[in-house]
């Protein structure tokens, strides 16, 4: 089979590898992928979003299945526009994805269809906004309604804030028309995870749980950003929670998308709170997280193209969706100054080290090939670091260790990657 990934993420790095241990694979191309991703596949010069070039490129090539790592396309509907082409391709279509592209449209999904989330009026004046602001209780959480970088979303302490966060949302446009609409939602506590699912339409298997680190610093400190470090399995996602999650979370939510006219096939990332009144939905998202897939797809032990054959073809409740009983880690190397300003272009040295080393994976977000056929940084992401281990404390040991195989001016890491779970 020949296999093109769409993306040029650490997510995509980590399914390109995941799909090179297929044996049903003799070739992945990634558009545009990266560096890294360049070692395992041929990546070719063609822009996500570039749906008629993509297209193409998949007919001319003849690729026997495409894969959508990340959550712009999607929403663009370029599932569509390889189904047009009459191309197999992974991920929901246009009308599914909307899951993701609209908080607004997943709020009011979860209130029909009696799914546990934060409380929510969705406003698209501002005015209104502001009115209901001065009744509500604080803190409160303000919700751009479309994609914005995982940045759209304002936790706000006072009302001063939450005024100031509704003017920056929906009257300055910071996220551009991601901020048409917007969310007003409680503010929740609890303990965040992560899963990850595949869904065919109508079945849903869960992957194993994961945690993301957003916040830049240590302590989650600074600011939020795409995420600094994952580990994999949730020691708070219990025997107890998943039987919760399965019987009002997951297959509820794969049911109302088909109620709705709007099958999802494709990656459901559930955002969970686990309040003390149970679990609750955060957010949905209609790819796989990153860098959570850098935790969990180095643990899968099925086939990815298996499983994603079975998605697509509506046959998953057949596959016996399986992880390995171990823990992974991924510390991401970034350049220091992220998310907000930071040099690049500088020599990333000590990749060989990975080399056949079995359970440590060097997974590049951020880099690129220069004139000279070096390695250099090319992005405020650069690297995600994960190792397995036989617990969460192992593994993170591994990560760490591994994080000093890797030199490059600038580089910027956490150093509390899945700490507080070894002191919980
Ligand atoms: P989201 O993009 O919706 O996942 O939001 C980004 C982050 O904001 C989440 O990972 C949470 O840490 C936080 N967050 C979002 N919604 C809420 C909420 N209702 N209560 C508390 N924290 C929230
Ligand atoms: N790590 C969070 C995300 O992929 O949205």
């Known amino acids: 089979m020949k296999v093109l ?54 007919k001319e090539t003849a690729i026997d299945l495409t894969i959508i790592g990340m959550d712009d396309p999607l929403v663009g509907g370029v599932v569509d526009a390889f189904e047009a082409e009459g191309l197999r391709v992974f991920g929901p279509n246009k009308a599914a994805a909307i899951l993701e592209g609209s908080k607004a449209f997943s709020k009011d999904l979860m209130k029909k269809y009696n799914i546990p989330t934060a409380a929510y009026e969705n406003f698209d004046n501002p005015e209104a906004a502001l009115a209901y602001l001065e009744t509500a209780k604080m803190p409160i959480v303000l919700k751009a309604d479309g994609l914005a970088l995982g940045k759209g979303v304002l936790i706000c302490n006072t009302l001063e804030e939450a005024k100031a966060g ?85 297959q509820p939510t794969v049911d109302a998308m088909a109620a709705e006219g709007r099958p999802f096939k494709g990656i459901i990332f559930f955002g969970l709170m686990i309040t003390e009144d149970g679990p609750k ?57 992220y998310p907000v300003s930071y040099q690049k272009g500088f020599e990333i040295k000590g990749l060989e080290n990975f080399e056949d080393k079995d359970g440590y994976y060097c997974f590049h977000a951020g880099s690129k090939l220069n004139d000279e056929g070096k390695i250099v940084t090319n992005g405020g992401r650069v690297l995600g670091i994960t190792a397995k281990g036989a617990d969460l404390k192992e593994a993170r040991a591994n990560a760490y260790k591994a994080t000093e195989w890797i030199d490059f001016e600038n580089k910027y890491m956490r150093h509390d990657i899945g700490k507080a779970i070894d002191e919980a």
């Not at 596949?41 to 008629?52: H, Y």
């Not at 995420?227 to 994999?232: A, D, L, R």
């Not at 955060?282 to 079975?310: H, S």
């Not at 057949?318 to 510390?331: H, K, S």
């Open 5 to 58: 990934i769409v993306g040029s993420g650490g997510r995509e790095h980590a399914i390109a590898m995941s799909v090179a241990k297929s044996s049903k694979v003799d070739k992945i191309y990634c558009a545009p992928g990266n560096a890294g991703i360049g070692q395992i596949a041929e990546c070719v010069p063609i822009g996500a979003m570039e749906f008629d070039k993509l297209a193409t490129f998949a």
């Open 281 to 337: 939905v955060l957010e949905y998202n209609a790819r796989f997280g990153d860098p959570e897939a850098q935790v969990v797809l180095p643990r899968m032990k099925n086939d990815i193209i298996e499983v994603m054959e079975a998605c697509i073809d509506g046959t998953l409740d057949q596959i016996d969706l399986q992880f390995e009983d171990n823990a992974a880690v991924c510390v991401v190397l970034a350049s220091d100054g």
């Open 166 to 250: 509704v003017q920056e949302i929906m009257m300055d446009k910071k996220f551009g028309s991601a901020g048409n609409q917007m969310v007003v939602e409680e503010f929740m506590t609890g303990r965040e995870v992560s899963v990850l699912s595949y869904v065919d339409g109508k079945t849903i298997k869960i992957m194993s749980s994961a945690q993301d680190h957003k916040r830049a610093k240590d302590g989650d400190q600074g600011l939020n950003t795409g995420g600094m470090g994952t580990f994999s399995p949730s020691p708070f996602y219990t025997k107890e929670v998943d039987d919760f999650c399965q019987k009002y979370i997951f």
